[in-house]
């Protein structure tokens, strides 16, 4: 096996064919990650939500991580590192154009909504929340046989 480092295009190719990544994030000292439904446009990673822990964290500190891999095998994978900030589109006084670009993207994955919107037993989530990571820097590696 043979594993080598990505361009930033192979990178970015990743994560256009990506439909869930896993989200990190802290608060405090404490790390949590998240698998996430996604789209990317080439700067930026668009999600929904609703609202729950992730989202609370991710107000309290937007710096983030998101991962995506392409698994074939034990020795034969991709693994892209999204790096980058939280911003919320949902809320009225932000970025209009990005909450378009949001809709628009994740509007060509049939049932994008339905992760995030599920209810967790015994909790009821009523607020629905549209974000983007915008990237701020990408690495990756693929290993080959």
Same mark, same amino acid.
């Given at each position: 096996?043979?594993?080598?480092?990505?361009?930033? @295009?192979?990178? *970015?190719?990743?994560?256009?064919?990506?439909?869930?990544?896993?989200?990190?994030? *802290?608060?405090?000292?404490?790390?949590?990650?998240?698998?996430?439904?996604?789209?990317?446009?080439?700067?930026?990673?668009?999600?929904?939500?609703?609202?729950?822990?992730?989202?609370?964290?991710?107000?309290?500190?937007?710096?983030?991580?998101?991962?995506?891999?392409?698994?074939?095998?034990?020795?034969?994978? @991709?693994?892209?590192?999204?790096?980058?900030?939280?911003?919320?589109?949902?809320?009225?006084?932000?970025?209009?154009?990005?909450?378009?670009?949001?809709?628009?993207?994740?509007?060509?994955?049939?049932?994008?909504?339905?992760?995030? #919107?599920?209810?967790?037993?015994?909790?009821?989530?009523?607020?629905?929340?549209?974000?983007?990571? #915008?990237?701020?820097?990408? @690495?990756?590696?693929? #290993?080959?046989?």
């Amino acid at each position: 096996m043979r594993v080598h480092e990505l361009s930033r @295009t192979e990178c *970015t190719d990743v994560l256009s064919r990506a439909q869930i990544a896993r989200l990190a994030c *802290t608060r405090g000292n404490e790390p949590y990650i998240v698998p996430i439904y996604v789209a990317f446009d080439g700067e930026a990673l668009y999600g929904f939500s609703t609202l729950g822990q992730k989202i609370v964290w991710l107000r309290e500190n937007p710096r983030v991580c998101a991962e995506v891999e392409e698994i074939v095998d034990g020795r034969e994978w @991709t693994t892209v590192l999204a790096f980058g900030r939280y911003e919320e589109l949902s809320r009225p006084h932000e970025d209009r154009e990005g909450l378009v670009r949001a809709e628009a993207l994740l509007a060509k994955r049939p049932m994008f909504w339905q992760p995030g #919107a599920a209810k967790v037993e015994g909790q009821e989530h009523a607020v629905p929340v549209l974000y983007r990571i #915008a990237v701020e820097r990408i @690495t990756g590696r693929r #290993a080959v046989r």
